[in-house]
């Protein structure tokens, strides 16, 4: 699959697991969710009056920008949940400024959910994704299940030992 590399900037790379933005479908795939959930959430629920399913939506959205921050931009994990979370406190902070709209900590922790899920997720799979690797690279000599009678120790049978078969009577 082709893709795109562009490089960062040098304060950006500090940062970064690496020195370039990879433009591949998995990287991009993720941010084109998220601007289309946001657009048809914003189609849909254009009102800006609180419903039930506000929190859900904050959790959604939040989700999606944490796995689109960390997938487009290759950082670490950490850094997304952490820009993820700046950007939803930031958010609620100019909805407090702005006429029309209020800010709510119900809000901030449904982005936190959000945030909170995706790194859980990503954290799994990730640990999953190590013991797989790690079932693999065994030895299959060393891992074979054999039967109990098969386990016990075997003793080279020499004419000076004083354990062989025939001297034990």
Request: charged letters at 15%.
């Amino acid at each position: 699959m082709p893709s795109i590399s562009i490089l960062l900037p040098r304060w950006v790379r500090r940062h970064a697991e690496r020195d370039y933005i990879d433009l591949s479908l998995g990287r991009v795939l993720p941010l084109c969710v998220l601007i289309a959930y946001g657009v048809i959430v914003g189609l849909v629920f254009n009102t800006g009056l609180d419903h039930p399913w506000d929190k859900v939506q904050h959790l959604v959205f939040f989700a999606l920008l944490t796995l689109s921050i960390h997938a487009f931009f290759c950082c670490r994990l950490r850094l997304s949940a952490g820009a993820a979370m700046l950007m939803g406190i930031a958010g609620e902070g100019v909805q407090a400024m702005t006429p029309h709209h209020h800010a709510s900590l119900l809000d901030i922790a449904a982005n936190s959910v959000g945030v909170a899920l995706v790194v859980a997720i990503v954290v799994l799979i990730r640990s999953e994704t190590r013991a797989a690797l790690a079932d693999r690279t065994r030895d299959p000599v060393l891992e074979v299940d054999l039967p109990e009678t098969a386990a016990l120790p075997v003793q080279a049978s020499s004419p000076s030992s004083p354990r062989s078969p025939s001297s034990s009577s």
